[in-house]
T-cell receptor, first 109, second 120 residues
Framework: GIQVEQSPPDLILQEGANSTLRCNFSDSVNNLQWFHQNPWGQLINLFYIPSGTKQNGRLSATTVATERYSLLYISSSQTTDSGVYFC???????????FGEGTQLTVNP | GAVVSQHPSWVICKSGTSVKIECRSLDFQATTMFWYRQFPKQSLMLMAT?????????EQGVEKDKFLINHASLTLSTLTVTSAHPEDSSFYIC????????????????FGPGTRLTVT
């Protein structure tokens, strides 16, 4: 099955800083999603982005499908951005979403 | 749009009893629903995939007789943990995929808020 790797595993920022989270995947995909898991465990859909670039406020994401990676950009980070960010991918030939191990982001005031 | 609910949000039960968790898609029809479990500080692991009106497909290592899944309608799937034991304590999360796809795309999954199960 597809392998999904996220980096870095942990990231500590000061409020206002920018950051880039990376997701590498091992096969061609028809689904690539980024999530933020809040302290109560709820997975918040950030982006559905099997290819291309999308932006939503301070967040943007880019997936380069031919090179099998996706990037999540967080600009002007806020303390409320803290939490775990997951990338999940579904290979073209499959039907299941495979999650990476996540990036634990801590934004300090 | 694309809201998925779970009930209960948390449950405590005694060892040996059974617990049922409901997953509902509130504003769309979900032909496929998924059940995941997540242990503390770990990622989500897929347990099973259920399609409306058919038997669930379980991932390797997941006991189908212990984790009973029913997907009786296009908006409801249930997970029953039978004869629960302390090692079944975990965070259970469901997701749903719409058919046809919603604005996001045909394969996008929408996740419920999760159910925290504690078995004493």
């Amino acid at each position: 099955g597809i392998q999904v790797e996220q980096s870095p595993p942990d990231l500590i920022l000061q409020e206002g800083a920018n950051s880039t989270l990376r997701c590498n995947f091992s096969d061609s995909v028809n689904n690539l999603q980024w999530f933020h898991q809040n302290p109560w465990g709820q997975l918040i859909n950030l982006f559905y982005i099997p290819s291309g670039t999308k932006q939503n406020g301070r967040l943007s994401a880019t997936t380069v499908a031919t090179e099998r990676y996706s990037l999540l950009y967080i600009s002007s980070s806020q303390t409320t951005d803290s939490g775990v960010y997951f990338c999940a991918a579904q290979e073209t030939s499959g039907s299941r979403l495979t999650f990476g191990e996540g990036t634990q982001l801590t934004v300090n005031p | 749009g694309a809201v998925v609910s779970q009930h209960p949000s948390w449950v405590i039960c005694k060892s040996g009893t059974s617990v049922k968790i409901e997953c509902r898609s509130l504003d769309f029809q979900a032909t496929t629903m998924f059940w995941y479990r997540q242990f503390p500080k770990q990622s989500l692991m897929l347990m099973a995939t259920s399609n409306e009106g058919s038997k669930a497909t379980y991932e390797q290592g997941v006991e189908k007789d212990k984790f009973l899944i029913n997907h009786a309608s296009l908006t409801l799937s249930t997970l029953t943990v039978t004869s629960a034991h302390p090692e079944d304590s975990s965070f259970y999360i469901c997701s749903a995929r719409a058919s046809p796809g919603l604005a996001g795309g045909p394969y996008e999954q929408y996740f419920g808020p999760g159910t925290r199960l504690t078995v004493t």
